[in-house]
C-alpha cells in the first residue's frame, strides 16, 4: 500500500533561499520554480520554510514591504520534519495533527525533500467505483492499469466496465487504459 512507502520516497529537492533575503527575493523565487514554499537556510543548512501561506498572512495582510522584509522574520522555524525512512502515513498523521500543507524531509537531522499534499494525492489513486486503491509503481509491484475520466476520478480497468459513466460528473469512460507514466517509474 502507497500509505506504507518511506516518506522521503515522494519527496521532492528543495528550493532553498538564504535567511538574509527579502520575502519579495523568496516570492519570485518561488514563481520562478513554481513551488509554494522555499526553505531558508543559514550557512547552507536548511532552518526554517516560508510558504505563499506566510507571504500573504505575516507580509501582505500586515502591510509589510516585502522587499525590506526578510525571511527570517516571517518563516517557521524551526519546522515540522519526519525522518526520510518513516512511512508515509506517518507523515500524513503528523500533517493532519499539525494542520499542514507541506512536510520537509529529513536524513540523519538534515533537511534534503519536501512533499506537499498534492505530491500525497498525486500518489493515492482510489478507484471511484469501488473505493478499493489503484496500486501505484512506488509500491514495488506491477501497478494498476487504470481509466481517468476527464474530471480526474480514477477507475480499475475492470470497474470501468462495469460503471459506464463517471459515478462524479456523468461523463461516459472510454476504454483508453492508462498505464503508469514515465514519471511514475523508477527509470522516470
Do not use: Q, W
Not at 39 to 45: E, I, L, M
Not at 140 to 169: F, L, M, T
Amino acid at each position: 500500500m502507497v500509505l506504507d512507502i518511506p516518506a522521503g520516497k515522494i519527496a521532492r529537492p528543495l528550493v532553498t533561499i538564504d535567511e538574509n533575503k527579502s520575502v519579495f527575493d523568496a516570492a519570485k523565487m518561488m514563481a520562478e520554480t513554481d513551488r509554494g514554499s522555499v526553505v531558508a537556510t543559514r550557512g547552507g543548512k536548511g532552518i526554517g520554510i516560508i510558504t505563499e501561506r506566510d507571504i500573504l498572512r505575516r507580509v501582505v495582510a500586515k502591510s509589510l514591504n516585502p522587499a525590506s522584509t526578510k525571511v527570517k522574520d516571517v518563516m517557521t522555524s524551526p519546522p515540522t520534519t519526519i525522518e526520510h525512512d518513516r512511512p508515509l502515513r506517518e507523515a500524513i498523521d503528523l500533517m493532519n495533527r499539525k494542520s499542514l500543507r507541506r512536510m520537509l524531509v529529513t536524513d540523519k537531522g538534515e533537511i534534503v525533500g519536501v512533499f506537499t499534499l498534492r505530491d500525497i494525492v498525486k500518489h493515492t489513486r482510489i478507484c471511484a467505483y469501488c473505493g478499493k486503491e489503484i496500486r501505484s509503481i512506488l509500491e514495488g509491484e506491477a501497478p494498476d492499469p487504470y481509466i481517468e475520466c476527464i474530471c480526474g476520478s480514477r477507475y480499475h480497468k475492470d470497474c470501468s466496465k462495469a460503471v459506464g459513466n463517471c459515478v462524479n460528473c456523468g461523463a461516459t469512460l472510454v476504454t483508453n487504459v492508462i498505464n503508469p507514466e514515465p514519471s511514475e517509474t523508477f527509470s522516470g
